[in-house]
């Protein structure tokens, strides 16, 4: 069954959410929201979810799912007020056990953070499926980037999170607390391992010297083909080999420190102290 997706890309941190939507009927899922955020200010902003929730109104569709991909280190989840205004259940991976006990610790939260995925309503494993409507979802888990990354088939439509990006710009970086390059390159082959038709929708793009234009779709045989760090059957050990000298030169995103704290909390501010304010703390020397 063909998915109808609409997506809208967050050029302050190349991300796109996507209002996945059943071709007839009117439910829709909601993947990768994004809070905006001023880092300098502490200061929350919702423009870019309120585009997403006036277009599902606009639409009148019925939201049954706000999915992650993963624990994002580039933005902040709008999960909660996505929910807020108009329902549905937040999902991720099952795997987000991992990665709030490895960052649970970085910032060295105490007891009251629980660890155990519970701030989220449903946690998918590998093989899972689910529904928007009438349209069938799966679940495949390509950890990698991080050890909570999900792959959401729905319909002829699979979305990759991090996993992938476009062809002309490559793969997700692994060197985070939990990623692996080896790890990375299987999960890649799970995914090209779908029909050559299937469509795939990115989480970020970057726009690749040379491309005038942002981009987010593409296709299971156009990655085999062309994907610049994984197609034309390079092998393992050039991929790993790639990556890990690429991630030695990357600097950490501009975001993480908030977005790892809110995002491992299923997209909530971390407890208020008992002034009433909620505060991210900056581990020094930590990652």
């Not at 649970?104 to 519970?118: L, P």
């Not at 990115?202 to 760090?229: C, I």
């Amino acid at each position: 069954m063909q998915a109808t997706v609409q997506g809208f890309f967050d050029e302050a941190t190349n991300t796109v959410t996507y209002v996945v939507t059943e071709a007839e009927g009117s439910a829709c899922a909601v993947i990768d929201s994004v809070l905006d955020f001023d880092y300098a200010s502490g200061h929350t902003d919702t423009r870019s979810a309120d585009q997403v929730i006036a277009f599902i109104q606009d639409k009148g569709l019925d939201l049954q799912w706000i999915l992650e991909t993963h624990v994002h280190a580039d933005h902040l989840s709008a999960a909660p007020y996505i929910q807020e205004r108009l329902g549905g259940k937040i999902g991720i991976g099952n795997q987000i056990t991992v990665v709030q006990d490895t960052f649970g610790k970085i910032f060295n939260e105490g007891t009251r953070f629980q660890r155990d995925g519970s701030q989220f309503d449903q946690l998918f494993r590998e093989g899972d499926s689910f529904h928007i409507g009438g349209l069938r979802g799966d679940v495949l888990h390509t950890p990698g980037h991080t050890p909570a990354c999900l792959t959401y088939v729905i319909g002829d439509a699979a979305f990759v999170g991090d996993t992938l990006f476009m062809p002309d710009f490559g793969t997700a970086r692994c060197d985070f607390p939990g990623g692996s390059a080896e790890v990375l390159f299987d999960s890649v082959q799970k995914i090209m391992a779908l029909p050559d038709k299937t469509r795939i929708f990115v989480g970020h793009d970057y726009k690749a010297p040379g491309r005038d234009d942002f981009a987010w779709e593409t296709t299971v045989g156009a990655q085999k083909a062309l994907n610049v760090h994984v197609g034309a059957g390079k092998s393992r050990e050039e991929f790993v080999a790639m990556r890990q000298g690429r991630d030695a030169t990357l600097a950490m995103p501009r975001l993480i420190i908030p977005s790892l704290q809110v995002n491992m909390r299923a997209g909530q501010m971390p407890e208020p102290d008992d002034n009433g304010t909620s505060y991210l703390k900056v581990p020094v020397n930590r990652l």
